[in-house]
């Protein structure tokens, strides 16, 4: 533990509390938004992911259908050339040239009957991606509903909470200046240490050990207190401040005290 020396150290104990008081408030009224807000982000971050899945999903239906109608053409195509060739084959004279025409027709029907089975692959692979397509859309807009409800949800309680925001805050940045203007080292060091704790808790009260009588700990790390210690924040003309954590100490009476005379 460290002990630091002020001038008006009461007044300056009673503004620290009373500016943890007002802060404490403001954290129980946010706290009433829950983790609405990280609920929604994370759907959003759902929304975003499942709009780029249906992004690519129509682009490869879009691909597997263009690629079954450049093989239909293609086809069109061979049936045309695979006709005039039969009739080719009827007015051959030689052998040799029957023998070509009829080889070339073979690979002619071979091509469309491959083309063929490239085209029912084709189809039912974008039937596949049409129906996942579809489930997709459907766990999108299920999302985007209940986006919509948290969302309706959250505006509700952040109406029904912003006058008292606003209060606090108001309330919170006069004590602010008054603190700042008559003591600016005392003023940053609450600071610091409000934003470097969960929950901004910077002043706290000393609590009464169960397991060593008469002995104490830091309310917020809950290191032991020398008895000595203990003395002298019940005395409340020191600045103590917890070695371990680095938060403002003061006993419970004072603390307690203070809070009830706020409005």
């Known amino acids: 533990m460290m002990t630091t020396d002020t001038s008006q150290v009461r007044e300056r104990l009673v503004d620290l509390i009373k500016l943890q008081v007002l802060y404490d408030r403001l954290h129980a009224v946010r706290a009433r938004q829950g983790d609405l807000p990280q609920q929604i982000e994370d759907l959003r971050d759902k ?8 992004s690519e999903t129509a682009e490869m239906i879009r691909q597997a259908e ?9 086809n069109d195509s061979l049936r045309d050339h695979e006709q005039k060739l039969r009739k080719r084959l009827e007015a051959v004279r030689t052998n040799q040239e029957y023998y070509k025409i009829e080889s070339e027709i073979k690979e002619t029907h ?10 029912r692959r084709l ?17 999108l807009n299920e999302l985007q509903a209940r986006i919509a409800e948290k969302e309706q949800r959250l505006k509700e309680i952040i109406q029904h909470t912003a006058e008292q925001e606003a209060a606090l805050l108001q309330q919170i940045e006069d004590l602010s200046k008054v603190l700042q203007e008559q003591d600016p080292r005392l003023f940053l060091l609450f600071e610091r240490r409000r934003r470097s704790f969960r929950g901004g808790k910077a002043v706290c009260s000393i609590i009464s050990t169960e397991r060593l009588e008469g002995r104490y700990a830091c309310g917020g790390c809950f290191t032991l207190l020398p008895r000595e210690m203990h003395r002298k924040i019940k005395q409340r003309d020191k600045i103590i401040i917890c070695e371990s954590c680095g938060r403002f100490l003061v006993d419970e009476e004072f603390y307690a005290e203070v809070a009830k005379s706020m409005p």
């Open 47 to 54: 929304v975003a992911t499942i709009q780029h899945a249906l």
């Open 66 to 74: 263009s690629e079954a109608r450049a093989l239909h053409v293609s």
């Open 110 to 119: 071979l091509t469309i009957e491959k083309n063929l089975q490239d085209i």
């Open 123 to 139: 189809q039912h692979k974008a039937d596949s991606l049409r129906q996942r397509y579809a489930e997709d859309e459907a766990t």
